[in-house]
């Protein structure tokens, strides 16, 4: 019969597709609605621009402080820079904001003494949009780039070394053996630490909540409405979520939209970083 042609996947697609249309179809309309959608374009925007220069950036520095650690011969040394880059992690988020928000206070924050110190003034870094992204980007890998390096030191063990060995013999400099010889044989590290970084970097909540709220506020004239310039996807989801009990399904709605964003991505992260791990 038909169901011959017709795939296990692509048959559970199309189910899922019609649970959510009976589900959330009319609360995912009054999410694509001209105010919601230009609220949601916006806050994707923005993830998407953290993603973009988050994603590589914090990938980068784990990468470079596995390598670093992993040629340190002194044990000691090693162990305390380790133990010392991995305690952030272990902190909770609104810990870590709060050290942040009080390092960047106008008025007694570390940083702000120091441009005082300088002549300058003040820079009320909380209130100004432009510079959230750089805010978000920097607590984010003080927090969870000694983390990562765990996976890299663990698979960068497991290299062989008569590779190191074949490199040196044949005149490759460090920067050679590093793209030639470290970064393919971790590379299926890399899948695994990119797939957490961008799908985490599209789930930034507490972070979000904890540093700006969303603030500071502008006026959009042509929609008449209140726009939160700092306002990630799911802080704009709990927040739509607490507008009132009608707004509850909408809420919703924009969370299953979220999350076949969110996995849509992840999938195609996944082929990409994939095709480059050595067999």
Not at 137 to 160: E, K, N, P
Request: hydrophobic residues 50%; glycine residues 8%.
């Amino acid at each position: 019969g038909v169901f011959q042609y017709i795939s296990f996947r692509s048959a559970v697609a199309v189910i899922l597709a019609l649970l959510i249309t009976i589900l959330f179809g009319r609360n995912i309309i009054r999410a694509l609605q001209r105010h919601q959608i230009g609220e949601e374009i916006r806050d994707l925007g923005l993830e998407g621009q953290l993603s973009k220069r988050g994603t590589p950036t914090m990938g980068g520095v784990i990468i470079l402080l596995a390598v670093l650690l992993n040629e340190v011969r002194n044990l000691k040394f090693k162990k305390v820079v380790q133990t010392v880059s991995y305690m952030p992690h272990f902190l909770s988020t609104v810990v870590v904001c709060g050290l942040v928000s009080s390092l960047l206070d106008p008025t007694t924050g570390g940083i702000n003494m120091i441009i005082k110190a300088l002549g300058a003034e003040p820079i009320y870094f909380m209130a100004r949009s432009d510079m959230f992204r750089g805010i978000y980007l920097i607590s984010g890998i003080w927090q969870d780039a000694g983390w990562g390096t765990i996976i890299y030191l663990a698979t960068l063990s497991t290299v062989d070394t008569a590779l190191y060995e074949a490199a040196k013999i044949d005149g490759a400099n460090g920067r050679q053996t590093l793209f030639n010889v470290i970064i393919p044989n971790v590379m299926p590290s890399v899948t695994i630490c990119t797939f957490l970084t961008l799908t985490n970097s599209f789930k930034l909540f507490d972070q979000n909540l904890a540093l700006t709220g969303g603030l500071p506020q502008i006026v959009d004239k042509v929609a008449m409405a209140k726009i939160n310039t700092t306002e990630l996807l799911a802080l704009n989801i709990y927040s739509t979520y607490n507008i009132n009990k009608n707004w509850h399904g909408v809420a919703q709605a924009k969370a299953v939209i979220f999350f076949i964003l969110v996995a849509v991505l992840a999938i195609a992260q996944q082929w990409a970083t994939r095709s480059k791990e050595v067999e």
